[in-house]
């Protein structure tokens, strides 16, 4: 295991062990960049529709963390829910569009 690995492990155990917000930042922090991609790819350049997206994702990823059982690499877990949510809120949006009032 390299210092790398032992350390985002460190980290992704006080996350779930304490709720340590540190620790989930640092976790998450080097994967800014590729969710805000991500959710740009699913959701074009609606800001507001973004911004919604985002803050779902990562509400969704402070719970999930606590789940992630490792099975499977990271980022496919991380890109999973990033798709699963914006997917959820394009259906939301749409569905509030087409109910009559």
Same mark, same amino acid.
């Given at each position: 295991?390299?210092?790398?690995?032992?350390?985002?492990?460190?980290?992704?155990?006080?996350?779930?062990?304490?709720?340590?917000?540190?620790?989930?930042?640092?976790?998450?922090?080097?994967?800014?960049?590729?969710?805000?991609?991500?959710?740009?790819?699913?959701? /074009?350049?609606?800001?507001?529709? $973004?911004?919604?997206?985002?803050?779902?994702?990562?509400?969704?990823?402070?719970? /999930?963390?606590?789940?992630?059982?490792?099975?499977?690499?990271?980022?496919? $877990?991380? $890109?999973?829910?990033?798709?699963?949510?914006?997917?959820?809120?394009?259906?939301?949006?749409?569905?509030?569009?087409?109910?009559?009032?």
């Amino acid at each position: 295991m390299t210092n790398a690995e032992a350390t985002w492990d460190a980290q992704l155990a006080a996350w779930r062990d304490r709720g340590d917000r540190a620790a989930f930042e640092a976790l998450v922090r080097p994967w800014l960049p590729a969710i805000r991609r991500m959710i740009h790819m699913n959701v /074009g350049r609606d800001a507001a529709l $973004f911004e919604e997206v985002q803050e779902t994702v990562l509400i969704a990823l402070m719970s /999930g963390l606590r789940s992630y059982r490792e099975e499977s690499a990271f980022s496919t $877990f991380l $890109f999973t829910l990033v798709k699963h949510k914006a997917i959820d809120e394009l259906r939301r949006r749409n569905r509030d569009k087409i109910r009559p009032e």
